[in-house]
């Protein structure tokens, strides 16, 4: 039992790797590929020694057949990993902690020219430490727990046929089909969190088929596992719906199948959801948390009605004064629009200009080899990285080493250190409102309706393509218009 904690760690890091490398997790063959990523990552011949002792008693839980090119461990007991021994002791110390199994292949860092490698690649799969309270579940293997949930699935979907574990055609690797989806996401220029969210759904699809033949999937397979997460996972209408176009992208795009009719799937009626809005008091009391630059970045998703990405993706030839215009290029859709700057914001930007303009005078006398430019502008403009227009209005602090040139680069504030200023500032307001970035947007709009602007006008400025998005926002405020029926000569 005392080694419960570990060997619960180990097969949460080998799920994990499973699911990202398009492994089948219950069978024996997929433990090789997994020792060389331990050794890849410095793991000492105890702690691999330690995995394949827990992995070997999953395999022993879910019975899975014998692997046929597993090799032997070395000489005394010590796996490969062995060698790995003489690495330094850092490296080994900080492994188990931070063991980072993702492919940067199928990141979205490799989907956007403008990402720096490393920048959003995914977090660094650290296991949990187990607590007294989670004890039941360190005793049940993923295995065991999908069992039991198959038992709990109610009979029209437990009862349709589904591909076990170790069946004819299950246990196939879709490397293939990873590399499929990312292709055809690239050459409709779609978002990298588009690439990011049918990679996450597509996964989950091999995974509730154990890894079945791609070609053999089918449309029963797919009814099966959208009825899965509508019944069993209780998922949301959006999220079902977001499933549902990513399989219909995957079979038309990469499968190159024909979807078909859907009959007899079981989906979750879609709500009406009312946004959430602060009111201008609780606006001005979370900005008044803020430090800078995080109180200029909050400040400007109020005042324009900016999303987050289009706010840090700004660069100073965005930015107009004497116009007093400022444009949003590449936004939600591929679509450019402007909007009025705030007047109060004036002096606040024009001294931030003056600190990007003095942060890219050292970058040059430093040598550095510019910022990140969007597409293949950099090879069209070389010298533009270094030009001053191209910066970032809201530059990161430090530069980014680019690992395949070797070059430092400056990356722009990142998203999340925003989202996490935020949540701070929200809780230290205490508002009794569940806030986010995209709430100050939400705000903006609502305050202008209930500043009596026209609905077309707001829906310009948010960078809606229809208006019926914008309409959403009239649940948010009071309405003031008059409800009587009245002849307009008699007004």
Same mark, same amino acid.
């Given at each position: 039992?005392?080694?419960?904690?570990?060997?619960? @760690?180990?097969? =949460?890091?080998?799920?994990?790797?499973? $699911?990202?490398?398009?492994?089948?997790?219950?069978?024996?063959?997929?433990?090789?590929?997994?020792?060389?990523?331990?050794?890849?990552?410095?793991?000492?011949?105890?702690?691999?020694?330690?995995?394949?002792?827990?992995?070997?008693?999953?395999?022993?839980?879910?019975?899975?057949?014998?692997?046929?090119?597993?090799?032997?461990?070395? !000489?005394?007991?010590?796996?490969?990993?062995?060698?790995?021994?003489?690495?330094?002791?850092?490296?080994?110390?900080?492994?188990?902690?931070?063991?980072?199994?993702?492919?940067?292949?199928?990141?979205?860092?490799?989907?956007?020219? &403008?990402?720096?490698?490393?920048?959003?690649?995914?977090? +660094?799969?650290?296991?949990?430490?187990?607590?007294?309270?989670?004890?039941?579940?360190?005793?049940?293997?993923?295995?065991?727990?999908?069992?039991?949930? &198959?038992?709990?699935?109610?009979?029209?979907?437990?009862?349709?046929?589904?591909?076990?574990?170790?069946?004819?055609?299950?246990?196939?690797?879709?490397?293939?089909?990873?590399?499929?989806?990312?292709?055809?996401?690239?050459?409709?220029?779609?978002?990298?969190?588009?690439?990011?969210?049918?990679?996450?759904?597509?996964?989950?699809?091999? #995974?509730?088929?154990?890894?079945?033949?791609?070609?053999?999937?089918?449309?029963?397979?797919?009814?099966?596992?959208?009825?899965?997460?509508?019944?069993?996972?209780?998922?949301?209408? +959006?999220?079902?719906?977001?499933?549902?176009?990513?399989?219909?992208?995957?079979?038309?795009?990469?499968?190159?199948? !024909?979807?078909?009719?859907?009959?007899?799937?079981?989906?979750?009626?879609?709500? =009406?959801?009312?946004?959430?809005?602060?009111?201008?008091?609780?606006?001005?009391?979370?900005?008044?948390?803020? !430090?800078?630059?995080?109180?200029?970045?909050?400040?400007?998703?109020?005042?324009?009605?900016?999303?987050?990405?289009?706010?840090?993706?700004?660069?100073? &030839?965005?930015?107009?004064?004497?116009?007093?215009?400022?444009?949003?290029?590449?936004?939600?859709? $591929?679509?450019?629009?402007?909007?009025?700057?705030?007047?109060?914001?004036?002096?606040?930007? #024009?001294? $931030?200009?003056?600190?990007?303009?003095?942060?890219?005078?050292?970058?040059?006398?430093?040598?550095?080899?510019?910022?990140?430019?969007?597409?293949?502008?950099?090879?069209?403009?070389?010298?533009?990285?270094?030009?001053?227009?191209?910066?970032?209005?809201?530059?990161?602090?430090?530069?980014?080493? *680019?690992?395949?040139?070797?070059?430092?680069?400056?990356?722009?504030?990142? !998203?999340?250190? *925003? &989202?996490?200023?935020?949540?701070?500032?929200?809780?230290?307001?205490?508002?009794? @409102?569940?806030?986010?970035?995209?709430?100050?947007?939400?705000?903006?709009?609502?305050?202008?309706?209930?500043?009596?602007?026209?609905?077309?006008?707001?829906?310009?400025?948010?960078?809606? +393509?229809? *208006?019926?998005?914008?309409?959403?926002?009239?649940?948010?405020?009071?309405? *003031?218009?008059?409800?009587?029926?009245?002849?307009?000569?008699?007004?």
């Amino acid at each position: 039992m005392a080694q419960q904690p570990h060997y619960s @760690k180990w097969l =949460r890091y080998y799920w994990d790797f499973c $699911q990202k490398y398009a492994h089948a997790p219950t069978a024996r063959q997929s433990f090789p590929a997994f020792r060389e990523k331990l050794c890849s990552k410095q793991q000492s011949a105890a702690q691999c020694q330690q995995a394949e002792a827990a992995l070997s008693l999953y395999y022993e839980m879910v019975g899975a057949a014998p692997a046929r090119d597993r090799q032997p461990p070395a !000489e005394g007991g010590a796996p490969p990993c062995a060698a790995a021994k003489g690495a330094p002791q850092e490296a080994r110390a900080s492994s188990p902690a931070g063991l980072t199994l993702t492919d940067p292949a199928l990141t979205s860092s490799s989907t956007s020219p &403008q990402l720096p490698p490393g920048k959003k690649t995914a977090p +660094s799969a650290r296991a949990p430490q187990p607590s007294p309270a989670s004890s039941r579940h360190d005793r049940e293997t993923p295995g065991m727990r999908a069992a039991q949930r &198959q038992r709990s699935v109610p009979a029209r979907v437990a009862d349709r046929p589904r591909a076990a574990a170790g069946a004819p055609g299950t246990g196939v690797s879709w490397v293939a089909v990873y590399e499929r989806l990312k292709t055809a996401i690239l050459v409709r220029h779609y978002s990298p969190k588009t690439f990011q969210a049918y990679r996450t759904w597509t996964r989950k699809l091999q #995974t509730f088929t154990h890894s079945k033949d791609p070609q053999l999937v089918s449309m029963a397979d797919v009814r099966d596992f959208l009825s899965f997460l509508a019944v069993e996972r209780h998922m949301a209408a +959006s999220s079902q719906n977001q499933a549902f176009n990513a399989l219909l992208f995957l079979f038309r795009h990469v499968l190159k199948k !024909e979807f078909g009719q859907l009959e007899g799937v079981v989906r979750a009626k879609r709500r =009406r959801y009312i946004l959430v809005v602060l009111s201008r008091e609780e606006v001005d009391r979370v900005l008044g948390q803020l !430090e800078y630059p995080y109180d200029m970045v909050a400040t400007l998703l109020y005042g324009c009605g900016l999303r987050l990405c289009e706010c840090l993706q700004l660069r100073v &030839q965005d930015v107009n004064l004497a116009m007093g215009v400022m444009t949003v290029h590449d936004g939600k859709g $591929q679509k450019d629009r402007t909007v009025p700057l705030p007047q109060v914001m004036i002096p606040e930007l #024009t001294a $931030q200009l003056e600190r990007v303009q003095q942060v890219h005078q050292d970058d040059v006398a430093r040598g550095f080899a510019g910022t990140f430019l969007p597409g293949a502008l950099a090879d069209k403009y070389p010298r533009a990285a270094t030009e001053f227009g191209w910066q970032w209005l809201f530059p990161a602090k430090a530069l980014t080493l *680019v690992a395949a040139t070797q070059e430092y680069r400056r990356y722009h504030v990142h !998203e999340t250190q *925003v &989202q996490k200023a935020l949540k701070q500032a929200v809780g230290r307001s205490q508002l009794p @409102k569940r806030a986010s970035a995209h709430t100050l947007r939400h705000s903006f709009a609502s305050h202008l309706l209930q500043a009596n602007y026209d609905i077309r006008t707001i829906q310009e400025l948010l960078g809606h +393509s229809d *208006v019926k998005t914008t309409m959403m926002y009239t649940h948010t405020v009071r309405s *003031v218009t008059l409800k009587e029926a009245k002849s307009p000569l008699d007004l």
